[in-house]
């Protein structure tokens, strides 16, 4: 069967609500006056520049993507003038990963996609991290990719190239770093459109867009093997 990966963050998991609440908390117990939503955007735009300074080379060392969040909210509190221990407030965060909701439409389509591709994930996270997601249960566990397995990040074209060596066919992304970088990699891309996210208009544009991951069994079915 055709492997067929879902970006985590973006296409499967509605990270923004999920993050924004863990952070709406740790402001509370902190005793701060800033939304979680807030908290939530700046840090994660950090998260994804720490992401995309990282080398891609073999020699480099490899930074996990927890260390990034930690670098990621430990910027976002000096920027702030958030008096506060980053390291401690990541594990708080990271350890919301099991309340993260997946999108109302994933439960229902994956076994369906299943039936007649093999489904996996493509994402920046670490192993232990991914495992830790509602999403987890959906794939099986030699198809998720992640960059602690490939030794890349997105949107680097190597992620991509390294993906498409490791057998994926279609990539299924909904952010616009991940829609660009899968497309300039040449992968096959069926975008999902989610709730704030766009497509980068200075980019390539994807040939196939759905709104609901309902309708991905008709255009896989569509597309040429």
Sequence with gaps: MALVTFDLFSALIDSRTGGSGAFARIAAGHGWDVAGTDLYDDWDARNKASQKDVPHDDDAPWVPFAEHCRRALAATYAARGLAADAAADVEVLLG????????????????????????????????????????????????????????????????????????????????????????EAGLAVVRVRRSGHRI??????????????????????SLAP
Aim: hydrophobic share 40%.
């Design 96 to 183: 919301s990963l099991p309340e993260w909701p997946l999108w109302r439409d994933v439960e229902a389509a994956l076994p369906a996609v299943g039936r007649t591709h093999r489904i996996g994930v493509l994402s920046n996270v670490d192993d232990d991290l991914f495992r830790r997601t509602r999403a987890a249960a959906l794939v099986e566990d030699d198809a998720v990719l992640t960059s602690e397995r490939l030794r890349a990040y997105k949107p680097h074209p190597e992620l991509y190239l390294r993906a498409r060596d490791a057998g994926v066919d279609v990539h299924v992304p909904a952010s616009a770093r991940d829609t660009r970088g899968a497309l």
């Design 200 to 221: 980068d208009p200075d980019g390539p544009q994807p040939p196939h867009e759905i709104g609901d991951l309902g309708e991905l069994p008709a255009v896989l079915g």
